[in-house]
Structures are given as structure tokens and as C-alpha cells.
């Protein structure tokens, strides 16, 4: 049996379906190029039926992001697969990732359908995959809470029907690492099939196992595992890319297994993904978390100095956390601010540079230093937003400790512009309150987070707000070196995220 192991990234598709990580097409295609640079093995680039957006994303991710396989998930169905078949034509190595539910409790209260109905679905949905594409993947949803014999029966229906993966999720995190090692043998011991035959895996986080689950599952004989970078997704999450491969180079003592991910690209892909979706991550993160490499106990300083592996267990440098976040200033060109993007792992047209290097001009002309930060914030800001209906003008505000608080925001909402004024218990209150009443939303905000990207007082403040309306959640982010700008246009952005998501999505995805 060989040592690689497979990474199946579903960052753009368990990942965006975790609360409030939305991600429009361009933002999606900024995270598929870096999962490339960052040498993925497949990015699942999503759920083609779930939505027109989804199909659009998947399809422009198989034009564009070439030699590496796309993988498109369908539920069995005709439809289903046909759809997810049309989005990943373009596809160098398309993938069709097919998935039905096999515990009992799914069955009944979800599918209502009996065993043998699934087993049927199975066997003609894989069977139709494998007629359009030679790379069939098929999951058993619920996997750890079905029964081990049925499940052998489903997935050797789809390994007789052609599927070159099978898969074998942990839906809803609840098992531990011991069981799914059983689990798993049991299940390469019981099935017949082709040499050539993938064992995948697919944790959730539910009770913060999914790393260590998915580890297990290596060891017993897994070959692909299924992660998210950050680990973003459903609920809880799913494992964690950047944890699971660096313990197996970490520790290759141990696993002796290596996957083919370039771990200096895991820093840049963390960073552009919490950008682009507002979803900062904790800072006592393992491998990326900002106290990731820090080292407060003056013990630990004094180890570290004389001689790093006393409490370094990896470098910094080995996932590519920079050295040095000090970048520009207002002297600095269109060539070195174009480098630099392009380091931060942005792909971005001249039109987009242009966008974006107007708007540093602006900041350098305010702050005597531009960090990396600050450039990563432009460009989420400017350049991938998502189409837009409403469109934030201007905002102003008078505020003080004598007066109340009011604030006149013009708004246009496909092209007709609208001016109007309010107060509130604070300026961003009076600004929140004048744009609800100018879009009429209905939306509840549930979050607000002010965060100042850098140190210092002219540092841009970059703000975090998440809305909800009728069970859709959105996160809108937005920053300027005004925190009061940058609060209206988290707003404004949650807002039009969420006119996206009420339009978007199929029920239940
Ligand atoms: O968690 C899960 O079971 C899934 C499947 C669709 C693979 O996401
Ligand atoms: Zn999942």
C-alpha cells in the first residue's frame, strides 16, 4: 500500500456552507487559485443544483483552475448528477462526488426511504457518474452512526457500479479515533474491489475530533482525507487542513505517510480565506493561529533564544508565516504594490490593481505604514465584493458628549440613489438605523466586531458584522481608517450578501 495521501479540499463547498461564510464567484476563484498554489490534490468546488451561484462557481473554477482535479457534489438522482456532470465539464480531471444518507435515522426521518431503496439509488447514480466521468466518488452520509453491514452492502453497490473512491464521513462528529480505525478495517476487510479503489475520509469537529479521527483513519489504511482550510464548515467545522498535514510532516516519524501540499502556502491560504470571508480565526489556533508561534513566558523567551526547538516544534517559515509584515509606504509604485499582491497570494487583472492601488494611495497618504494586513483588507474590500444591489455612497456623522448622535447615509439600490438621516444611542447605532430604514431590511443583526487590523491609532479598523433573516446568516465585512465608514460598509456588504442567499440557495443546502 503506498504512503501518499490524498488532500481533498472542501473549502469552497462544506466549508461555504458553514454560518456565515458565503463566498461569491470571484471569491471563490481567488481561494480555488490558492488551493492550487497550495497543491491540493482535488478542490470540491461545490454543489452544482444548490443554486445557480453554486453551478456558476463550480463551472468557472473547472475553466480556470487547471491540472488538478474538480470535484462537484450530487445527491443520487438524475438530475442531481447531470447537473453537477454540465458544471464540471471544463474540468481537466472532473469529479463527480455522489452522496446519500445510510443510517437509519436518515433513512427514516430524512430520505423516507427503506434500505434497499438506497441501495438502488446508489448503484444507478454512481453507475450514470461513471458513464459521464472515469473519476467517481461516492460518500455513505452518516457513515459512523450506520450499521457496519449495510454499509459494506451500499458501498460495494457503488464500487461494483464503477465509483473509484468511496468515502466514508463522520457527518456529524461522533465518533472516536479507535472506533473509526475499526470502522474502517472493517470495512477494507469486508468489500471487493479493484486494486486502485481510494479509501476517503470526512470528519466533522462536533467534539473536536475531527484531526485526530482523520489521523486514525489514515493509519488504518485511509488514503484521502477530506478537509477545510481553517477548519471551516458545518456547525463545528470539518478537520482541519493545515493541522492534519503538518502533522504528518511533523511528526513523519510516527505516520510515514507525506501528502503533496506546499506547506509554505498554508499561511497565505489561512489568511485569504478569513479575509475573504470575515471569519477571523481564534488566536490559540494550532499551526495558524496568530499565538501560533508566539512565546509569552519569559522561560520559553529565554529557550527560544538560545535555541528554537526547545519550544518550536516547526518553523514559521515552514508554513509561510512571513518574517516581515512591514511592507509599504506612501513612496512606494504600482510595481512593488502589484509584487507584493501578488506574494499574498492574489491573482488580480490590471483593472483590479488599478482599483486597489488608488485605494492604498489613499491609506499611505493617512498612515505612515501599509502592512500586509491593510493590503489584504483593500482588496476584500474593493475588488471582491459581491454584485452589488445596494451600494454605499456616503456616511456622516455628528457625535459628541453633548449632542445626540445622527447620521445621514446615502445608499444607491440599483442605481437610484436615496439620502436620508437618523440618530441612536451611538454613531454606529445612528448609522445602522438610517441604512435599515433606507433598504427596509428585516434582518436581525446577531454580531458586531471591531477589530484594529494594525497597531496604532491611524491603523484601519476593519469591522465584522453578522445578520440574519428568516434562518439565513451572512457575515459582512468592511474596513477603513474610519471605524464608523467601516461599520456601514459591513452593514451594507451583510446586506447584499443576504439579498444573494435569499435568492440563491435550494431548502436545505
Ligand atoms: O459530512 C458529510 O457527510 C458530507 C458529505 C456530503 C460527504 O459533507
Ligand atoms: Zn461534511
Redesign the pocket.
Known amino acids: 500500500m503506498n504512503n501518499r495521501i490524498l488532500i481533498f479540499d472542501t473549502t469552497l463547498r ?1 466549508g461555504e456552507q458553514s454560518p456565515g461564510s458565503s463566498m461569491n464567484i470571484q471569491e471563490k476563484l481567488e481561494v480555488a487559485q490558492q488551493l492550487k498554489r497550495l497543491n491540493a490534490d482535488i478542490i470540491e468546488a461545490g454543489f452544482p443544483i444548490a443554486s445557480d451561484g453554486d453551478f456558476e462557481a463550480v463551472r468557472e473554477v473547472a475553466s480556470t483552475v487547471k491540472g488538478v482535479t474538480i470535484a462537484g457534489l450530487a445527491r443520487t438522482g438524475k438530475a442531481d448528477v447531470e447537473r453537477a456532470y454540465e458544471a464540471l465539464k471544463p474540468a481537466d480531471r472532473p469529479r463527480i462526488h455522489v452522496f446519500v444518507a445510510t443510517s437509519d435515522i436518515h433513512l427514516k426521518a430524512k430520505l423516507k426511504k427503506t434500505r434497499e431503496e438506497v441501495v438502488q439509488m446508489t448503484g444507478e447514480s454512481v453507475a450514470l457518474a461513471r458513464k459521464l466521468v472515469d473519476d467517481v466518488e461516492f460518500s455513505a452520509e452518516d457513515a459512523t452512526r450506520s450499521d457496519p453491514d449495510y454499509l459494506v452492502k451500499v458501498f460495494q453497490t457503488a464500487i461494483d457500479a464503477g465509483a473509484t473512491t468511496i468515502n466514508i ?1 463522520d ?1 456529524v462528529g461522533y465518533t472516536i479515533p479507535e472506533e473509526y480505525t475499526k470502522l474502517i478495517e472493517y470495512i477494507r476487510s469486508r468489500i471487493r474491489a479493484p486494486g486502485q479503489l481510494v479509501i476517503s475520509v ?1 470528519c ?1 469537529n462536533d467534539l473536536g475530533l475531527a484531526v485526530a479521527n482523520s489521523l486514525a483513519a489514515i493509519r488504518a489504511g485511509a488514503r484521502q482525507v477530506e478537509c477545510t482550510i481553517n477548519g471551516i ?2 456547525r463545528a467545522g ?1 478537520a482541519s487542513l493545515e493541522e492534519i498535514v503538518m502533522a504528518l510532516r511533523v511528526r513523519k516519524d510516527f505516520f510515514t505517510y507525506q501528502s503533496d501540499i506546499v506547506t509554505e502556502q498554508i499561511y497565505p491560504s489561512s489568511r485569504l480565506l478569513s479575509q475573504i470571508t470575515g471569519i477571523s480565526v481564534q488566536p490559540n489556533k494550532a499551526i495558524v493561529g496568530s499565538n501560533a508561534f508566539a512565546h509569552e513566558a519569559g522561560i520559553h523567551q529565554d529557550g527560544v533564544l538560545k535555541e528554537k526547538l526547545t519550544y518550536e516544534i516547526m518553523t514559521p517559515q515552514s508554513i509561510g508565516l512571513p518574517s516581515n509584515m512591514l511592507v509599504l509606504g506612501k513612496h512606494s509604485g504600482r510595481h512593488a504594490f502589484r509584487e507584493r499582491v501578488k506574494t499574498l497570494g492574489y491573482e488580480l487583472t490590471d483593472a483590479q490593481i488599478d482599483t486597489a492601488f488608488i485605494v492604498f494611495k489613499q491609506i499611505a497618504d493617512k498612515k505612515k505604514e501599509v502592512y500586509d494586513e491593510d493590503i489584504e483588507a483593500i482588496i476584500a474590500d474593493r475588488v471582491l465584493k459581491w454584485a452589488e444591489k445596494y451600494r454605499l455612497e456616503s456616511v456622516n456623522i455628528s457625535s459628541g458628549t453633548d449632542i445626540l448622535p445622527t447620521a445621514t447615509v446615502r445608499i444607491s439600490m440599483e442605481g437610484n440613489a436615496v439620502t436620508e438621516s437618523g440618530s441612536g444611542d451611538g454613531p454606529v447605532d445612528a448609522v445602522y438605523k438610517t441604512i435599515a430604514s433606507i433598504t427596509k431590511t428585516k434582518s436581525r443583526l446577531s454580531r458586531y466586531q471591531v477589530n484594529a487590523i494594525t497597531g496604532g491609532t491611524d491603523a484601519q479598523g476593519e469591522v465584522m458584522v453578522r445578520i440574519e433573516e428568516d434562518g439565513h446568516m451572512v457575515s459582512g465585512t468592511g474596513s477603513d481608517t474610519d471605524i464608523i465608514v467601516a461599520s456601514a460598509k459591513a452593514y451594507v456588504n451583510g446586506l447584499n450578501k443576504l439579498e444573494h442567499k435569499k435568492t440563491s440557495r435550494i431548502k436545505g443546502f
Open positions: 462544506d464521513p457527518t470526512h466533522h464548515g458545518e470539518n
